[in-house]
C-alpha cells in the first residue's frame, strides 16, 4: 500500500478517528492489511480489544502497535498521527515546544519523548548505502553543555556525499569516537557501498580504504573548500540548520538524532508531496523497534 493524504484537508478527513488510524496501520504493517500472527503466520484472527488480536490457530494475543514506535502508548494514535504529520510538514524541522503547542499536550517531556522517537525513526533500517562518487570529511559541532573538566562540548561528526561531481544527491551523518583510521573506516563501511571511489583529503586517517574495498581518490588544494566543496557545503548548511531550527541546543549524547533528522529532511529535500514523506516515516515506525524514554535519555554507545 502506498495511498496517503496530499494535503491538510485529506489527512483531517482520512484520519478523523482512532478506528481510521489504526486500519490505515494495519495497512502498513500487515500484508493485505490483515493481522499475521508472529508467531505461527496464521492470518485468521479476532479481536480481543482494541488495538488486540488473538490468532485463532495458536492464540497468541498481541497487540497491533507491538514491536513499533507506538508500543505501550496511552495516547491515541489520532494523536501520533498528527504528531508525524506536524513534524513531516515543517519542511525545517520543529522543536520539542514546537511539537507540544501544536498538539496542544500539557507536557514538554512527552512532546520531546515523541519526537525523539520519531528521530529514531527517520533512519530506515535497511537503508541503501551511497555509492558511485562520494565525497568524505569531518567536522566538529558544538553541543549544549559541557565535556569533562568543564571543556567545551565538541562533537565529532563525520560526513558522507553522494555525488556525480557537480550535484549534491544523498548523505549519510555519523558521530564518530575519535579522527582515527578505525572510526572513519567504520564511518564509510556503514555509508558507503564497497567499490565506491571515495574522495577525501590527504589525511592519514583515511588511508588503507582500497585494502578494505574502495577506490581511493585523495584530492589536495590550498583551498579547503574547493578541495571537497560538498562537504563544506552540506556542514554549513547542518550547522546552519542546528542554529536556526534547535536554536543552537543540543545534548552532545543526542546529537545523532538531530542528525538523523537533517539527513531524513536533506535526502528528501525534493519530495514535493508532505504527504509522502508522513506515509515514509510513519512506514518506518511501524518497522522500528520501541524505545521507552529511560532509554532515549540515557547516553548510549551511537558513536563509531
Same mark, same amino acid.
Given at each position: 500500500?502506498?495511498?496517503?493524504?496530499?494535503?491538510?484537508?485529506?489527512?483531517?478527513?482520512?484520519?478523523?478517528?482512532?478506528?481510521?488510524?489504526?486500519?490505515?496501520?494495519?495497512?502498513?504493517?500487515?500484508?493485505? =492489511?490483515?493481522?499475521?500472527?508472529?508467531?505461527? =503466520?496464521?492470518?485468521?484472527?479476532?479481536?480481543?480489544?482494541?488495538?488486540?488480536?488473538?490468532?485463532?490457530?495458536?492464540?497468541?494475543?498481541?497487540?497491533?502497535?507491538? =514491536?513499533?514506535?507506538?508500543?505501550?502508548?496511552?495516547?491515541?494514535?489520532?494523536?501520533?498521527?498528527?504528531?508525524?504529520?506536524?513534524?513531516?510538514?515543517?519542511?525545517?524541522?520543529?522543536?520539542?515546544?514546537?511539537?507540544?503547542?501544536?498538539?496542544?499536550?500539557?507536557?514538554?517531556?512527552?512532546?520531546?519523548?515523541?519526537?525523539?522517537?520519531?528521530?529514531?525513526?527517520?533512519?530506515?533500517?535497511?537503508?541503501?548505502?551511497?555509492? =558511485?562518487?562520494?565525497?568524505?570529511?569531518?567536522?566538529?559541532?558544538?553541543?549544549s553543555g559541557k565535556g569533562k573538566k568543564g571543556i567545551e562540548n565538541m562533537v565529532l561528526v563525520a560526513i558522507?556525499?553522494?555525488?556525480?561531481?557537480?550535484?549534491?544527491?544523498?548523505?549519510?551523518?555519523?558521530?564518530?569516537?575519535?579522527?582515527?583510521?578505525?572510526?572513519?573506516?567504520?564511518?564509510?563501511?556503514?555509508?558507503v557501498e564497497p567499490g565506491s571511489t571515495v574522495i577525501t583529503n590527504r589525511s592519514l586517517e583515511y588511508s588503507g580504504l582500497k585494502d578494505i574495498g574502495y577506490n581511493h581518490q585523495v584530492v589536495e588544494h590550498q583551498d579547503t573548500e574547493v578541495l571537497l566543496p560538498h562537504i563544506h557545503t552540506i556542514i554549513s548548511l547542518m550547522k546552519r540548520w542546528i542554529m536556526g531550527t534547535l536554536h543552537g541546543s543540543c545534548s552532545g549524547e543526542h546529537l545523532l538524532y538531530y542528525l538523523d533528522e537533517f539527513t531524513f529532511r536533506f535526502n528528501r529535500r525534493k519530495t514535493k508531496s508532505r504527504g509522502l514523506l508522513f506515509y515514509r516515516l510513519l512506514l518506518n515506525a511501524v518497522q522500528l523497534n520501541p524505545a521507552t524514554y529511560k532509554s532515549i535519555i540515557a547516553k548510549q554507545g551511537h558513536l563509531h
Open positions: 500500500m502506498k495511498t496517503y493524504p496530499k494535503d491538510i484537508t485529506e489527512f483531517e478527513r482520512e484520519f478523523s478517528s482512532e478506528k481510521q488510524c489504526l486500519e490505515y496501520l494495519m495497512k502498513i504493517r500487515y500484508p493485505d =492489511g490483515v493481522y499475521t500472527c508472529p508467531i505461527c =503466520g496464521s492470518k485468521k484472527s479476532w479481536p480481543v480489544r482494541e488495538r488486540t488480536y488473538e490468532c485463532a490457530e495458536c492464540h497468541h494475543q498481541e497487540s497491533v502497535l507491538s =514491536g513499533t514506535i507506538f508500543q505501550d502508548t496511552h495516547k491515541p494514535l489520532k494523536l501520533w498521527f498528527r504528531a508525524i504529520w506536524h513534524v513531516t510538514f515543517q519542511k525545517s524541522g520543529t522543536s520539542a515546544l514546537g511539537l507540544q503547542s501544536a498538539l496542544g499536550i500539557g507536557s514538554y517531556k512527552t512532546a520531546w519523548t515523541w519526537l525523539h522517537k520519531l528521530r529514531r525513526a527517520m533512519v530506515r533500517p535497511d537503508r541503501d548505502r551511497l555509492s =558511485g562518487q562520494v565525497e568524505v570529511g569531518k567536522t566538529y559541532i558544538k553541543a558522507a556525499v553522494e555525488t556525480d561531481g557537480l550535484v549534491v544527491d544523498r548523505i549519510r551523518v555519523g558521530v564518530i569516537t575519535a579522527a582515527s583510521q578505525a572510526s572513519l573506516h567504520s564511518f564509510i563501511q556503514e555509508s
